[in-house]
């Protein structure tokens, strides 16, 4: 149960995620403002990925509450917690590949009014100029870093209200990561709530307004911008939870 009183625009509380007898989050709680940016850092392994997806609903909870502007959603499917505006984003989300780039962009806006899709779709469209160009081809013939554009593109042309975007600039090229993060700063930070999961410090100190850091299934560190003087101030922090020989959040 949230706590009394609580009024937080996300709110996770005491979420544990099983696997058999692998727990892969351990009684994370964490309060979320409207427009946050959250950037989630963790080693691979560290349960921020199932952490991400047990507030999508794609994976099952086991223990604890995930309310979402005042409503509970934690026995919800992830259809939907999508109906209500959140979207999970991932370097591993996939393309219909036989689809052109306008069906697939089209596909995202199932949610939307259809007065409204056409207005959505040339916005999107707008950011990603690539997407416009090629907008007729089956997704197929994109690149790496297109299909990513088209991938987000698909999120965003929904409209969403929460965004749960997991290492979705993993192995991108520096420009096309440098879109990606301008399209944030620009168009979605302190509009859309996002938490990204990031292994690239100067990325994440760029754009998050706070950072948690998981290891070992549990939030070891949470912080706000202002607590760090630079990036490499964020890589020397990471590095300090990162080590071997430190003790993770689960005792």
């Known amino acids: 149960m949230a706590p009394a009183g609580t009024t937080a625009h996300l709110g996770i509380w005491g979420l544990t995620i099983a696997f058999g007898r692998l727990v892969a989050v351990r009684n994370v709680s964490l309060a979320v403002r409207e427009g946050e940016m959250v950037a989630v850092f963790g080693p691979n392994g560290s349960g921020k990925t199932t952490f991400l997806k047990g507030i999508a609903g794609l994976v099952p909870i086991q223990e604890g509450t995930v309310v979402y502007r005042g409503e509970d959603l934690s026995r919800l499917p992830a259809h939907e917690r999508a109906a209500r505006g959140i979207r999970y984003v991932s370097d591993r989300s996939r393309v219909a590949v036989r ?4 069906e697939n962009l089209d596909a995202g806006a199932w949610l939307l009014p259809a007065g409204r899709r056409k207005a959505a779709r ?13 907008a007729g081809e089956p997704a197929g013939v994109l690149s790496g870093g297109e299909r990513q554009m088209l991938i987000l593109g698909r999120a965003l042309i929904g409209e969403p209200s929460l965004l749960l975007m997991d290492e979705p600039l993993l192995g991108l090229s520096r420009e ?3 879109r990606f993060v ?3 700063e620009t168009e979605l930070k302190g509009r859309v709530t996002i938490l990204m999961a990031e292994h690239d410090a100067e990325t994440g100190f760029r754009i998050m307004d706070r950072h948690v850091i998981f290891r070992n299934g549990a939030v070891v560190h949470e912080g706000t911008r202002a607590e760090i003087i630079d990036a490499r101030s964020l890589v020397a922090l990471l590095h300090e939870h990162f080590r071997p020989d430190r003790k993770g959040g689960n005792g």
């Open 99 to 102: 689809m052109t780039v306008l």
């Open 122 to 134: 040339e916005r999107v469209l707008s950011l990603f100029p690539v997407l416009g160009e090629k």
């Open 176 to 178: 096309v990561r440098d």
């Open 182 to 184: 301008s399209v944030i």
